[in-house]
């Protein structure tokens, strides 16, 4: 319990620079808007003409409408309203936020009380995308970001909690540190086989925790989640989207061949993932709870 609390405290230390994850690269096409919501703000997404992502205020100048499902014509944004102009390049009626597309996930920077701006986000360390399969996930849950950190930050409820994936989980303490936690644990394959892997866990910044498989099969790949807050709801209650990047890699040219298989291999990566986080926004949620009700 200290230890958890001890890498959390560490990890909200660390500056975004009011960088926000809000989806996954392939959430947003080349035709029309998507409107998601960052800590209770409206942010309308689409692309430019060069295919660069482009975000601003989700609420149309003109009437206040949402700007969601807009039709994009060579970076102008027509809302569905009245057909009203918003152009990529800003106007004085609008304009635009930082906006980033890393290849795997889209991010956008919001000018946030408390942390210094920073011109790009923290990402960490990925093996080459060209090579690798990445698959994202984004599931909400009533909480705050840092719970969805802190139950990452808990490796050790993984063989309790999800004996259906992991089994003989062991976090090595004397190799660990608070701000970095070594797991070796073997992923099961099913009830008698399962790979052994040594992972690493690290905290970039406030609102991502990233493992890295440091050893073993698969020794590169990387699952990132970020939870990024959406608002509060009509019960006064903490909102939080979760969105993990699964980026799996391995030199090996059986691997690589697989590769060519993604679009059959990615729901099987959504699908697992989808199911640990089942359990695991019990986890994070309850955590939530418990901390409202001393309040």
């Known amino acids: 319990m200290s230890r958890i609390e001890k890498g959390l405290a560490l990890s909200q230390q660390r500056n975004p620079g009011g960088w926000y994850v809000i989806g996954a690269s392939e959430d947003v096409g080349r035709t029309t808007s998507i409107v998601r919501s960052i800590g209770g703000v409206e942010v309308v997404l689409w692309r430019d003409s060069s295919g660069a992502l482009v975000a601003g205020p989700g609420e149309c100048p003109h009437m206040g409408a949402s700007l969601a499902a807009g039709v994009v014509n060579d970076s102008v944004l027509y809302c569905r309203w009245h057909g009203y102009e918003v152009d990529a390049r800003g106007t004085r009626e609008w304009q635009p936020f930082p906006a980033l597309d890393d290849g795997v996930l889209l991010w956008v920077r919001l000018g946030t009380a408390g942390e210094a701006p920073l011109d790009r986000p923290v990402i960490c360390e990925r093996p080459p995308l060209g090579e690798s399969l990445s698959a994202v996930i984004a599931i909400p849950g009533t909480c705050e970001p840092k719970d969805i950190v802190a139950n990452r930050l808990d490796p050790w409820h993984g063989a309790w909690f999800h004996p259906y994936a992991f089994s003989h989980l062991t976090v090595d303490d004397a190799a660990s540190t608070d701000e970095e936690l070594l797991v070796d ?60 990047a699964t980026i799996a890699y391995s030199p090996r040219t059986g691997f690589q061949l697989t590769r060519h298989l993604s679009p059959l291999l990615k729901p099987m990566v959504r699908r697992t993932a989808r199911q640990l986080w089942v359990d695991d926004l019990v986890y994070a949620e309850r955590r939530y709870q418990l901390r409202s009700r001393r309040v």
């Not at 970039?204 to 020794?219: L, S």
């Not at 970020?226 to 006064?236: F, L, Y």
């Open 185 to 244: 644990v073997a992923f099961r394959l099913n009830r008698t086989w399962g790979i052994p892997v040594r992972a690493r866990f690290t905290c970039p910044d406030a609102r991502t925790i990233v493992m890295h498989i440091v050893e073993g099969e698969g020794a590169g790949s990387v699952v990132e989640t970020h939870a990024t807050p959406m608002g509060i709801n009509r019960d006064g209650q903490h909102r939080t989207m979760m969105v993990e």
